[in-house]
């Protein structure tokens, strides 16, 4: 099992950038691929990006392409998420999960999830 833990969420502006870390322990070597996903109230969780843990381009959803990066510290076992240009409809609970899958999009391939931290972006 992967425990993951998220930070660096809050209350921003719209327009603003934020940065969202999480760091992974357990056993992460069973890991390929770290994903970020957001949930927002009265909705599905739904997929935000994907990396994996030994290379390859990270991968994202269509809604957030061009404005959020996801990149990695494969030394220190943690994954950011970059969000740039942030509108209200991306105020959400952000979670990232660990998946023992390649490429994955879906939150079903996902096996472990973090505890999420909210973003809240004001118009």
Sequence with gaps: QVQLVESG??????GDSLRLSCVASGRTF?????????QA????RE????????GGSPY??????G??????DSAKNTIFLQMNSLKPEDTAVYYCAASMLRYI?????????GQGTQVTVSS
Excluded at 30 to 38: D, E, H, I, L
Excluded at 47 to 54: A, D, Q, T
Excluded at 67 to 72: A, E, L, M
């Design 105 to 113: 999009y879906s939150a079903s391939g996902y096996d472990d999830w």
């Design 60 to 65: 994202y959803a269509d809604s957030v392409k």
């Design 41 to 44: 109230p009265g909705k599905e």
């Design 9 to 14: 969420g809050g209350l921003v502006q719209a």
């Design 30 to 38: 069973s890991s390929n691929t770290m994903g970020w996903f957001r």
């Design 67 to 72: 404005r959020f990066s996801i990149s990695r």
């Design 47 to 54: 997929f935000v990006g994907g990396i994996g843990w030994s």
